[in-house]
């Protein structure tokens, strides 16, 4: 049987962890965050360690992390074998992936500035070079 003493409501937990209240619903759906028990009085608690699990879900997605990326780290989290090796794993191809994104807005800054100036110098009411751009 769980203890409701050190427990947290699951506005209590939104408050400490600072992520809202529908996140945590689906957090918890998507088993990312452990269920809550039920009180004595059938109202849903969560024990305190939920907040660093909000709190490291939350700083994931912040790093770029997908939800399915963020349950395989918690898993690493959880082991003693080695965890930092596939830690660095996981972070070496998040890298990856953001240097990808990188370059890729890069080209499209650079598509974008180019079809603006294009249509700044064209002045053209009929044929604008942005439609054309994004048409081609």
Do not use: W
């Not at 992520?19 to 088993?31: C, D, N, S, T, W």
């Not at 972070?91 to 992936?97: G, N, T, W």
């Amino acid at each position: 049987m769980h203890s409701d003493h050190n427990s947290l409501t699951r506005s209590q937990l939104s408050k400490k962890s600072g992520v809202g209240l529908e996140a945590i619903r689906f957090y918890e759906k998507k088993e990312l965050l452990r269920p809550a028990f039920r009180d004595s009085s059938n109202y849903r608690r969560y024990h305190e360690d939920a907040v660093d699990q909000l709190r490291f879900i939350s700083n994931a997605k912040d790093l770029g992390f997908t939800l399915s990326e963020i349950k395989e780290l918690q898993e690493i989290r959880g082991l003693s074998d080695s965890p930092c090796e596939r830690m660095q794993a996981q972070a070496r191809s998040k890298l990856a992936q953001v240097d990808a994104k990188i370059r890729k807005l890069r080209r499209i800054r650079s598509t974008l500035s180019a079809l603006l100036k294009d249509c700044e110098q064209s002045k053209s009411a009929t044929n604008c070079p942005i439609l054309a751009g994004i048409e081609s």
